[in-house]
C-alpha cells in the first residue's frame, strides 16, 4: 500500500523557517517523482516544488524560487521542503504527492498518490 506522510506544519511568523518532510512507502522511490502542492482556502492547487527521485532535478514555482528548498533522502525514502523567508501568502495546506517516472514535472493532475496534508499559517 502506497503511503505518504507529511510532518513539520505549523505557525510561524513572517520571515521564519519550517521544515516540512515527507516519508513514502509501499512502492520503489528511485522509480517516482515527489512534489509538494499547496492549496489556500478558495483558490486551486498549485505546484511548489517537485522532484525526480532518480536523476534528483528539481522544479520550483515562480513564488517560492530562492525562498524554498526541496530535497531527497533516497535512503530514508523522504522527501524535504526547507522553506525560509516566509510569507503570509505562503500561508495554505501543504501536501505531498508521488507519480511513477523520472522528470520533475510538477502538474498535480498527473500525481497518483497523495498525503493527508499539513497545515502551514505564516503571521504578519
Same mark, same amino acid.
Given at each position: 500500500? $502506497?503511503?505518504? /506522510?507529511?510532518?513539520?506544519?505549523?505557525? /510561524?511568523?513572517?520571515?521564519?523557517?519550517? %521544515?516540512?518532510? &515527507?516519508?513514502?512507502?509501499?512502492?520503489?522511490?528511485?522509480?517516482?517523482? @515527489?512534489?509538494?502542492? %499547496?492549496?489556500?482556502?478558495?483558490?486551486?492547487?498549485?505546484? *511548489?516544488? &517537485? @522532484?525526480?527521485?532518480?536523476?534528483?532535478?528539481? #522544479?520550483?514555482?515562480?513564488? *517560492?524560487?530562492?525562498?524554498?528548498? @526541496?530535497?531527497?533522502?533516497?535512503?530514508?525514502?523522504? $522527501? #524535504?521542503?526547507?522553506?525560509?523567508?516566509?510569507?503570509?501568502?505562503?500561508?495554505? $495546506?501543504?501536501? &505531498?504527492?508521488?507519480?511513477?517516472?523520472?522528470?520533475?514535472? &510538477? #502538474?498535480?493532475?498527473? #500525481?497518483?498518490?497523495?498525503?493527508?496534508?499539513?497545515? *502551514?499559517? /505564516?503571521?504578519?
Amino acid at each position: 500500500e $502506497v503511503q505518504l /506522510v507529511e510532518s513539520g506544519g505549523g505557525l /510561524v511568523q513572517a520571515g521564519g523557517s519550517l %521544515r516540512l518532510s &515527507c516519508a513514502a512507502s509501499g512502492f520503489t522511490f528511485d522509480d517516482y517523482a @515527489i512534489g509538494w502542492f %499547496r492549496q489556500a482556502p478558495g483558490k486551486e492547487r498549485e505546484g *511548489v516544488s &517537485c @522532484i525526480s527521485s532518480s536523476d534528483g532535478s528539481t #522544479y520550483y514555482a515562480d513564488s *517560492v524560487k530562492g525562498r524554498f528548498t @526541496i530535497s531527497s533522502d533516497n535512503a530514508k525514502n523522504t $522527501v #524535504y521542503l526547507q522553506m525560509n523567508s516566509l510569507k503570509p501568502e505562503d500561508t495554505a $495546506v501543504y501536501y &505531498c504527492a508521488a507519480r511513477r517516472g523520472s522528470g520533475y514535472g &510538477c #502538474y498535480a493532475e498527473e #500525481y497518483d498518490y497523495w498525503g493527508q496534508g499539513t497545515q *502551514v499559517t /505564516v503571521s504578519s
